[in-house]
């Protein structure tokens, strides 16, 4: 894409527009698919030449397509245009690959983080258990096409699903864990859904800004006869996913 102005050294109301306007040129490129969804963004040394403005600027310009959900950028690789959308259904019996697939996506699950943790009041109501009972915690990172497309802190109550972590490590679904700690099919209770700005770590796993809203999802699922199995509070990249909630299977 070439440039249609040269920047020489100006004043900082300048400087300004001239960051503004690499901003607005390079949204313009992409919305008429010059730079495909997905695609890396030539590096910054090379929109620094190819518009006559130091790196500085072009990094301003990045960042400002960044805040507007058009592009992401990944230390140690690059700006990329954001992919796309993936639809994923909030019903009855919610499965994360099961969501992928419908939408052409392949993807699944992976522990970042695994432990043994003591019930706090929100956890002991939502699992119908005692405060300070034993849980399994696990934080999890949800992908799709290699796209982050969520991180969860999912409880489980112990002494139950004491393997789960080793079978959702293996398998990448938490849905062949349950099937492996005998519970072949479960159920979403409930879904309460709300947009607010990530924590930095949140943030940093979804690899976009923390100044981008994220939807959180706090859930319940409980067994066929009723027991709740799992507490969980989802953070999902707000660019990057559609929730839609399945009445007919409420």
Known sequence: MASSFSL????ATERHSFWSRIAHELADAIGQGIYA???RLPSEHILAGQFGVN???IRRSLASLGQRGLVRSTQGRGTFVEAFAVDLALGKRTRHRQGLAQAGVRGGLKII????VLANADQAQALDVSLGRALLYLRVLGEGAGQALH???RYFPLPRFALLSEVVQKSGSITEAFAQHGVPDYLRRESRISARLPEKDVATMLEQPDNRPVLLVTSVNVDTQGMPIEYARTWFAG???TLTVKHDEL
């Open 113 to 116: 983080e695994s432990k043994t």
């Open 151 to 153: 991180v969860s802190e």
């Open 55 to 57: 790196r500085h600027t």
């Open 37 to 39: 969804p997905g695609e």
């Open 239 to 241: 660019d990057r996913v």
């Open 8 to 11: 020489p050294a100006q004043d």
